[in-house]
């Protein structure tokens, strides 16, 4: 019986897990992550996100930062409004299958009945 061993850099794995950990640590936040759900579909600013999602100052600005400060969103000034967009694109890739398991249109299912 023959194995195939895969050769894996342990070091390598270890720093990617960790980035990823940075990631999914600052996506679990509920309002983090209804503002990536609305920057992921085009760029947004600040006024935008805050009617959208109905998250006021100062919680949007502390989370915008938070998003900005971990390199998962970009900021553009145009006169006195700030416009986000994606800055990530492996926060990208998550969000849109976050997107599409959670959010995406599912069909619905049937009821089962139990045979009596």
């Known amino acids: ?10 070091d390598s794995m270890r720093a990617s897990a960790s980035r990823t950990c940075g990631m999914l640590k600052t996506l679990s ?3 983090r992550l209804l503002l990536l759900c609305q920057i992921s579909q085009g760029e947004r ?3 935008e ?3 959208a999602l109905d998250i006021h100052q100062p ?10 400060d971990e ?3 970009a900021t553009r000034r145009d006169g006195k409004r700030i416009y986000y967009s994606m800055a990530s694109k492996e926060a990208l890739a998550v969000m849109q299958v976050l ?4 959010c995406g249109s ?6 089962t009945t139990r045979a009596k």
């Open 1 to 10: 019986m023959t194995f195939s061993t895969i050769d894996i850099d342990l």
């Open 29 to 31: 936040n509920p309002d």
């Open 45 to 47: 600013c600040v006024g």
């Open 49 to 51: 996100l805050e009617e």
């Open 59 to 68: 919680t949007l600005s502390q989370q915008l930062c938070v998003l900005r």
């Open 71 to 73: 390199g998962l969103v």
């Open 99 to 102: 997107y599409e398991q959670f």
């Open 106 to 111: 599912r069909p619905t299912r049937a009821k």
